[in-house]
């Protein structure tokens, strides 16, 4: 059996062999630690799904692979072992194919070394955006590509390989024009080193913060971003919440914020605007059935990671409270697991907390929208009655959605954020609590 390299998230390409557990002819376990795995973006046990003898360790501890190099054999109980050696070197091309396989476990039967193109499940619809050129015969070593740059490879002859290693080395997912060679070249902005001053600290950035950097960057580079933002009446919330919160964290034994309400209203509101709940897959737009819904969750001020909550349209307010709380525990005490990094269709973030008003974040690929929430505020509001109108308190709360306006325009995405607003002002929330 190998073990592989696993993929710990849409956008992580490789992961390091932090140290091993076993060595060469131990029997192992189903269940048993095998390796410590870092990636750019958690670090992890990783265990075996089936008991053995390690017969070869292939990439020793300190190593850096791309994601699905098989790392290691486990083979029958009593087979030989064999002489640990390093991976083999693979050319560039190899690697940027390897780097954005999907992998579905940790121990497989056959090598998954090799890219393989996203197929939808029954459940998901393709939809192809009209007069955008089609790819280039050659495969693109996995990477996603504009259709600019598409178009220039086929003009140019570009090698794939070159370019694809250069965007992988830069901690790309994307080809655009700029990195196909004979592409018009932008100018280039001269920056002059930046000398520190007498009594400044310099702090490098950790590996977390670093990589978090890198993926903010590519990901606000290559996808056209558009924003909007409406007003929430949470009065009715936050009236359940106050009559349900000292008996809930009881029962549940978490506390009950307004964030699962939100999670809650996206959900049923994303029922009726499947493109929002997508990936951007090169040239067309898979429409997912689940809401597996990415919670942007922060480390501590070290850099972000975004765990995901599988099949959140089914949960209810107690369960999203309790997902919620469960994943932000694990991701800050390094706890995750990969299944716990997979999958996310649409990513929910948070700065209420931290009294915000307002919040632009930044798309989380391959997704095509992502949702902010910020403070809820007690705030004078006309309002109007069987007398006419009047001042009132209320409690209210921004949220803002920015999205990819490849995948739908201003008016999709402004009537979305119409019915969370409809979902939030007009459910009964006291009656889903109990």
Same mark, same amino acid.
């Given at each position: ?11 992580? #390409? ?29 670090? *992890?046990?990783?265990? +075996? ?32 072992? +064999? ?101 018009? #070249? ?42 909007? #933002? ?34 809650? +209203? ?27 819904? @990415? ?35 694990? +991701? ?36 095509? #929208? ?27 709360? *921004? ?10 325009? @201003? ?24």
């Amino acid at each position: 059996m190998d073990v592989i390299m696993p993929q710990l998230g849409e956008t992580v #390409a490789e992961g390091k062999v932090a140290s091993w557990f076993k060595k060469v002819g131990d029997k192992v376990s189903a269940g048993d630690n095998l390796f410590l795995i870092e990636t750019d973006k958690v670090s *992890m046990e990783v265990q +075996a799904t089936e008991a053995g003898t390690l017969t070869e360790i292939r990439v020793p501890a300190g190593e850096t692979v791309p994601v699905g190099t098989v790392i290691a054999i486990v083979g029958k109980a009593g087979e030989k072992a +064999a002489v640990a050696k390093p991976a083999p070197a693979r050319p560039a091309a190899s690697v940027a194919k390897s780097a954005s396989a999907p992998v579905a476990a940790t121990v497989l039967s056959t090598p998954t070394n090799t890219y393989r193109p996203f197929t939808p499940t029954p459940f998901e619809e393709v939809r192809t955006p009209v007069g955008i050129a089609s790819a280039p015969a050659a495969a693109l070593s996995g990477l996603k590509t504009t259709p600019l740059a598409r178009r220039l490879i086929q003009n140019t002859g570009a090698d794939l390989a070159t370019i694809a290693q250069r965007v992988k080395a830069r901690g790309g997912w994307r080809i655009a024009a700029a990195d196909v060679d004979g592409a018009p #070249a932008a100018p280039a902005i001269a920056r002059a080193p930046i000398a520190p001053r007498e009594g400044d600290t310099i702090e490098p950035l950790n590996r977390i913060r670093a990589q978090t950097a890198a993926n903010l960057a590519e990901a606000w580079r290559t996808i056209p971003h558009a924003f909007q #933002a409406v007003e929430l009446d949470v009065t009715g919330i936050a009236a359940a919440r106050d009559k349900a919160k000292a008996t809930f964290e009881t029962h549940h034994g978490v506390a009950l914020t307004y964030l699962p309400f939100i999670a809650r +209203a996206l959900c049923l509101a994303l029922d009726q605007f499947p493109r929002a709940n997508a990936s951007f897959d090169r040239d067309r737009l898979i429409l997912h059935r689940d809401v597996n819904l @990415g919670i942007a969750t922060d480390l501590d001020q070290d850099g972000l990671i975004v765990p995901v909550i599988q099949n959140a349209e089914d949960m209810t307010v107690a369960g999203l409270a309790k997902a919620i709380a469960r994943l932000a525990d694990k +991701a800050r005490s390094g706890k995750l697991t990969p299944a716990d990094l997979a999958g996310a269709t649409y990513t929910l973030t948070n700065n209420g907390s931290f009294g915000t008003r307002f919040t632009m974040p930044v798309i989380n690929p391959p997704n095509v #929208a992502i949702l902010s929430f910020d403070a809820v505020r007690k705030t004078p509001v006309v309002v109007e009655g069987p007398k006419g109108e009047s001042v009132a308190i209320r409690r209210v709360a *921004m949220i803002g959605q920015s999205f990819d306006h490849r995948a739908f325009d @201003g008016s999709y995405a402004g009537s979305l954020l119409r019915r969370i607003k409809e979902v939030v002002e007009t459910r009964d929330w006291a009656a889903e609590l109990g």
